[in-house]
């Protein structure tokens, strides 16, 4: 069994930033994937941003240039920096963790920019 927790969301004004952190606890294989995915009310679930065991990354066109992800393997966490908060990325924020044809999913956290 997996169990992933997030941490970091909030309020935030446009143009500040925010650090998102998901600790992945349980059985995990060292050769997976971790990244991070959002939902806007009345929107589907999409990518942010994800990251290999071996540290190679890729990221949603609209944030590209302005969230970073990155990992510790030895704490098994993801952390997911935004900087430049705009309002339409506001939503909830889920940490996700896949390997061997295998996914997880964390609770979510909520994250809304407004002024």
């Known amino acids: 069994q997996v169990q992933l927790v997030e941490s970091g969301g909030g309020l935030v004004q446009p143009g500040r930033s925010l650090r998102l952190s998901c600790a992945a606890s349980?059985?995990?294989?060292?050769?997976?994937?971790m990244g991070w995915y959002r939902q806007a009310p009345g929107k589907q679930r999409e990518l942010v941003a994800d990251i290999t065991s071996g540290g190679g990354t890729n990221y949603a066109g609209s944030v590209k240039g302005r969230f970073t992800i990155s990992r510790d393997n030895t704490k098994n966490t993801v952390y997911l920096q935004m900087n430049s908060l705009k309002p339409e990325d506001t939503a909830v924020y889920y940490c996700?963790?896949?390997?061997?044809?295998?996914?997880?999913w964390g609770k979510g956290t909520l994250v809304t920019v407004s002024s």
């Open positions: 349980g059985s995990i294989f060292s050769l997976n994937v």
């Open positions: 996700n963790v896949r390997f061997r044809g295998n996914n997880y």
